[in-house]
């Protein structure tokens, strides 16, 4: 199975907001109702949507464009906008209580969980077999940290500018479950870690498995979960194209038997932390823009980190796909990211136009 064999679908929490002030609106048990195919997530102030399974890029756009539509006409419904953000720049209410799964999550994880008002990119890539999918695991660790950087869109966090360019993913990394693995080498070994966690009687089921990627429970596919979600749709599908040329091009090293990387967990979670901190963009502050090298496991410029990641994917991409992503790489290192494009809207109108900035219509 090549990359262009391989369908992509993307999950996306979305945050339903007051159209006026911004802040977040507990509305999801009303708005969810109106559109049968919303999701709701456990926090009410929360939304997902989930796309279709597609091969080419231009149609998952378009599924994209009409899914966030449909949400923001749900949520006009019910007085409330929808705004693609990662976090919300204006600071919550409190958690409301809910029933079933969340409500035990919440009653369980107390302010890790009530906190975790985040929105994500969830990619969805097919896999041929389960060995090949905990093949593919064992391979893009490394790799993982880059995506994180390139998708990061949340410098602001309950009315403050945190300094990060990814705060969800420190906010996320609080799970107990949550965060990278190491190479499991085969799927009896992948089985026996995840029943290992649910038996620790923590996590309540292997949907609370919320590793970096994982095997989806639900598909024939791999998750990855490292993106905030994407102010746009266009990077939302740069994001998925790079996430499908990241899982075919470890498949292909599986398949030549090629050895997983050799790199601690305990070094990758430092690489997630730097490229939450600060993205993929150069700043006054010397630290800014400086990644993990996935080959070497040392620090290095962002430009030098993506040109490796897209050298790293480019046989697994058709020409229109990776002259896509290097476009989204160009305006990423040119300082057009969601973050910086989020505190530009602040400068303009505060955290309400940060908002209004990334309302879906």
Do not use: K
């Amino acid at each position: 199975m090549d990359g262009l064999a391989r369908r992509m679908g993307v999950e996306e929490e979305l945050l339903l907001v007051d159209p006026d002030d911004g802040r977040p609106l507990g509305l999801a048990p009303a708005v969810l109702p109106r559109d049968e195919e919303l999701d709701g997530e456990m926090r009410s102030e929360q939304v997902e949507t989930g796309s279709t399974p597609h091969l080419d890029p231009h149609a998952l756009a378009a599924d994209l464009h009409q899914r966030r539509a449909a949400a923001a006409r749900a949520a006009a419904q019910e007085g409330a906008a929808v705004a693609a953000l990662a976090t919300s720049p204006v600071a919550p209410g409190e958690a409301t209580s809910v029933e079933g799964r969340y409500g035990r999550i919440l009653d369980r994880f107390g302010a890790v969980a009530t906190a975790q008002l985040t929105n994500g990119q969830h990619v969805h890539v097919e896999i041929a077999s389960r060995a090949e999918g905990v093949g593919v695991l064992d391979r893009l660790g490394p790799w993982l940290p880059v995506l994180r950087a390139f998708a990061a869109s949340s410098p602001f966090w309950r009315g403050v500018d945190t300094g990060h360019a990814s705060y969800r993913s420190v906010v996320w990394s609080r799970w107990p479950s949550a965060g990278p693995t190491r190479a499991f080498g085969s799927v009896e070994a992948y089985d026996a870690v995840v029943a290992a966690m649910i038996a620790t009687g923590t996590v309540l089921d292997d949907a609370m498995v919320y590793f970096d990627a994982r095997l989806a429970t639900e598909f024939p596919t791999v998750e990855i979960r490292v993106a905030d979600v994407s102010l746009t749709v266009d990077d939302a599908v740069a994001v998925a194209l790079l996430a499908r040329g990241l899982v075919t091009t470890a498949a292909a090293a599986w398949a030549a038997g090629e050895p997983a990387p050799d790199q601690p967990v305990e070094a990758l979670r430092l690489a997630h932390w730097r490229a939450a901190r600060s993205g993929c963009v150069p700043g006054d502050n010397p630290e800014a823009g400086v990644l993990v090298h996935p080959r070497t496991g040392r620090a290095a410029p962002a430009t030098e980190v993506l040109d490796a990641l897209l050298e790293h994917v480019e046989g697994s991409l058709s020409a229109g796909d990776l002259r896509t992503v290097r476009d989204a790489c160009e305006r990423v290192l040119a300082g057009r990211t969601g973050a910086a494009a989020q505190r530009a809207a602040f400068a303009e109108g505060g955290l309400t136009g940060v908002v209004r900035a990334a309302r879906v219509e």
